[in-house]
């Protein structure tokens, strides 16, 4: 492309042919993908994706509860999303929020009974659309790349330190 600098003239390095088709199909893969859990998750459990994501979290915890900060930046969201959707899941019934003892600012997530068996009675149907829309699609080899994969990506997009721009410092 004619047009286009390239990184040897000092301008953006722009994607070849293959890593735009790669990127391209990467986008539409996980477009298509966190639409399908998502559905599937509000069709049999009244709840998005990522509340489902955070009931997870919670039930994982020790003594089913989290630090709001500490649940915003395993689940990679703002803090002000974090917020909305624990309003919400409190409103179900599935999640309580309870002063941090240690720490008279912060505020402890809990999972609820009611939470708990919500997100035992969802987990058969969402794990079986995962396995489905991946797992079952992938070879072992494939399944393996793309853990690796993955990692390196995660890896290089959090980067240390209290100046990084990530969406649970936000």
């Known amino acids: 492309m004619e047009y286009m600098t390239t990184a ?17 199909a990467y986008l539409h893969a996980t477009t298509l993908l966190e639409d399908h859990l998502d559905r599937q998750l509000q069709r049999d459990a009244g ?5 489902y994501g955070l009931l997870v979290q919670l039930a994982q915890a020790p003594r089913h509860q989290m630090r709001m ?5 395993n ?7 974090l917020s909305h959707a624990v ?13 941090c003892p240690s720490d008279k600012r912060g505020q402890n997530a809990v ?13 058969p149907g969402h794990v079986s659309a995962v396995r489905q829309a ?28 209290t100046d990084a721009d990530l969406p649970w410092l936000r």
């Open 8 to 24: 040897s003239t000092g301008g953006p390095r722009w994607l070849t042919d293959e890593e735009q088709r790669v990127w391209r």
């Open 47 to 51: 709840m998005p994706h990522i509340y």
């Open 69 to 73: 900060t500490e649940l915003a930046k």
């Open 75 to 81: 689940a990679k969201i703002t803090r002000s999303r």
């Open 87 to 99: 309003a919400r899941l409190e409103k179900s019934g599935w999640v309580r929020r309870e002063d």
């Open 111 to 123: 999972l609820t009974q009611e939470g708990y068996e919500m997100l035992r009675r969802s987990a």
């Open 134 to 161: 991946m797992f079952d699609r992938l070879t072992p080899e494939q399944v393996r790349t793309l853990g690796e994969i993955m990692q390196v990506m995660a890896a290089g997009l959090q980067p240390e330190g």
